[in-house]
């Protein structure tokens, strides 16, 4: 039986300073929510630019997020996150 490597070692390549992987320390896990600069915009007529989010999930949630949005691929899963929040903030649905 091998010995599991720590977890700085497990995701060597989450620790590099040019890697986007997530790496959020368990021990104090954090939700947030960054947009990339407006100067990272892409050259499309939309100029679309990254937004990343870090949720913080119990294990039975984690499941069943990622199950659904294995179901409905990631592009369709982030545009039902952002209609989500769009509607919460303009009251929809109270």
């Known amino acids: ?32 929510v960054k947009a990339a600069a407006d100067k990272e915009a892409d050259k499309s007529d939309d100029h679309r630019i990254g937004v990343s989010c870090v949720f913080v999930l119990t294990m039975a949630e984690k499941i069943a997020f990622m199950k659904a949005v294995e ?12 209609k989500a ?3 919460a903030a303009n009251g929809v649905g109270e």
Do not use: C, F, G, W
């Not at 700085?8 to 104090?28: I, T, W």
């Not at 179901?71 to 952002?82: D, F, G, K, S, V």
């Open 85 to 87: 929040v769009i509607d």
């Open 71 to 82: 179901i409905l691929e990631p592009l369709h899963a982030t545009q039902e996150m952002y």
């Open 1 to 32: 039986m091998l010995a599991r490597l720590p977890i700085s070692q497990q995701n060597r390549e989450n620790n590099l300073p040019e890697s986007d992987k997530l790496n959020v320390a368990s021990s104090d896990p954090v939700a947030t």
